[in-house]
């Protein structure tokens, strides 16, 4: 395949799977990599069951993921260090206000982290590659099922304790059966959740153990908890200065869905991101953020998976038939598509003051854009308002598309990049920031094939995601 790299694995390439960061907390992780070890070991002969998963054609799919809604998602890009050592990304804060509050101070921000555009990437509701700093949210991407509602699965007991010891017992070939068929027959998961944080200066990753108790990835002085039934909060943060940080609750929670041309789909809505409510300072004083609700679907992304069959074979003690490798090959192509109800911020209020939050319609989502920030002060002799306006530049584009698959909508041919930042007081406006960016035209439309292994332009009008590997022979002997 032309533009991509011809050396990568692609018996089954599901564009999706993502490992767990963290391994060895929960037992699903471990069951997470030898599912992946197992398909690529005995794809031909046993993981390829076409009974094994809810819809047969597409036989490989077994692990999924939900994320947040982009603007949403955007906030995990910042729980990461400033530059990062290997990839050389850069994270750049600029600040647009702050709030203070006796010596507790909420700063407002935008801030920038990006490797670059990728082809299928959202902008957030503060253009591509920016993220709004202003209040803040818990964030999940599911991996499989929910944690608070899915059962673990154990490996068997006559399963090898050395993983050199293999072929693996069929009991473990059924439990991996048990893993691929997933939400359409139980609720059995393999893998935690993701969950990222990020506020008034924290930022942080977790998952839950056995117990659902909240894991942090890197040690800190923050305490987590978590309550998935309440009403007035789901998390609360405390840090070590006792300040208080309430997350979720009733009407400050994001719910999503997902359904796809095959494969497994997410039906009914279940909680993404859980958005900060409160702020409870150690003197008393309360610090409230509202929020208005935003719905709306919007394409996730293109899931290829190539895969070859010949004359079907049968796992003794079971009806199914399980195809062996050979010479007719099938590619499945599947559409993604989320149903989000989420939350935009629009205003934060204090003892003194309240800051609000503006939003404009936008081509490239059926979300919003931020237009503005406005600080007024109460009381008598307080200061004039501030208002900060942000602009944007919009890119319109229909190059590359895929004429082999009908997904192209308007707003996948647009992207919004933040373009200038303004400030206006006292009757005066000044310009305080302005952004340039490397050829935001030059992109091709969203879901584009032309792009590489990691998602990034490559310039070439591919047909399909995945190269053709000459044999599948060769790429198992690889």
Not at 134 to 151: K, L, P, V
Not at 339 to 361: A, H, N, Q, W
Request: contains cysteine.
């Amino acid at each position: 395949m032309e533009g991509l790299n011809p050396f990568r694995p692609v018996v089954a390439y599901p564009r999706e799977f993502i490992f767990p960061e963290n391994r060895g907390i929960r037992p699903r992780n471990l069951i997470a990599k030898l599912l992946c070890a197992i398909w690529l070991i005995f794809a031909g002969h046993l993981a390829l069951a076409q009974s094994f998963v809810p819809n047969s054609g597409n036989p490989v799919k077994y692990i999924d993921i939900l994320p947040p809604s982009p603007s949403v998602a955007k906030l995990g890009d910042f729980s990461r260090p400033g530059v990062g050592m290997v990839s050389g990304a850069m994270q750049l804060n600029i600040p647009i206000t702050s709030i203070p509050v006796h010596n507790f101070t909420i700063p407002i921000a935008v801030s920038y982290s990006s490797n670059g555009v990728k082809v299928d990437e959202i902008a957030s509701r503060v253009g591509m590659g920016w993220q709004l700093e202003a209040g803040g949210a818990i964030t999940r991407s599911i991996r499989g099922e929910r944690d608070e509602s899915s059962q673990y699965l154990q490996l068997p007991s006559d399963h090898p304790s050395n993983p050199e010891d293999m072929p693996p017992s069929w009991s473990f070939i059924y439990m991996l059966r048990k893993a691929a068929q997933g939400q359409s027959n139980g609720v059995y998961d393999t893998e935690p959740d993701a969950f990222s944080f990020s506020f008034c200066g924290y930022t942080g990753k977790f998952i839950l153990d056995e117990n659902d108790s909240p894991i942090q990835t890197n040690k800190s002085n923050l305490k987590i908890e978590r309550n998935f039934s309440g009403t007035d909060w789901n998390f609360k943060v405390t840090d070590a200065n006792g300040i208080q940080f309430h997350f979720g609750g009733t009407g400050y929670v994001e719910n999503s869905k997902k359904a796809q041309t095959c494969g497994k789909s997410f039906d009914s809505l279940v909680p993404t991101a859980w958005f900060l409510r409160k702020i409870v300072l150690y003197n008393g004083d309360i610090i409230n953020f509202n929020y208005a609700s935003a719905n709306y679907k919007y394409d996730l992304g293109v899931n290829q998976t190539m895969y070859y069959t010949d004359q079907p074979t049968s796992i003794p003690g079971n009806n199914c038939a399980c195809p062996s490798f050979g010479t007719n090959q099938s590619v499945n192509t599947c559409v993604n598509y989320v149903d989000t109800e989420t939350k935009y911020l629009t205003s934060i209020v204090t003892p003194d003051r309240t800051v609000s939050f503006g939003y404009t319609s936008r081509n490239d989502s059926q979300d919003k854009k931020l237009s503005s920030v406005t600080m007024a002060f109460s009381g008598t002799g307080t200061s004039e308002n501030i208002s900060f306006a942000l602009n944007y530049d919009e890119y319109h584009t229909t190059g590359f598309a895929p004429s082999n698959l009908a997904i192209l909508t308007s707003e996948n041919q647009y992207r919004i990049f933040l373009k200038e930042i303004t400030k206006s007081s006292g009757g005066e406006t000044l310009s305080l920031y302005k952004f340039h960016y490397n050829d935001p035209a030059g992109l091709p439309v969203r879901m584009s094939f032309a792009q590489d292994h990691w998602g990034y332009f490559n310039g070439k009008s591919n047909s399909i995601l995945i190269p053709k590997p000459p044999s599948v022979q060769y790429e198992l002997r690889r």
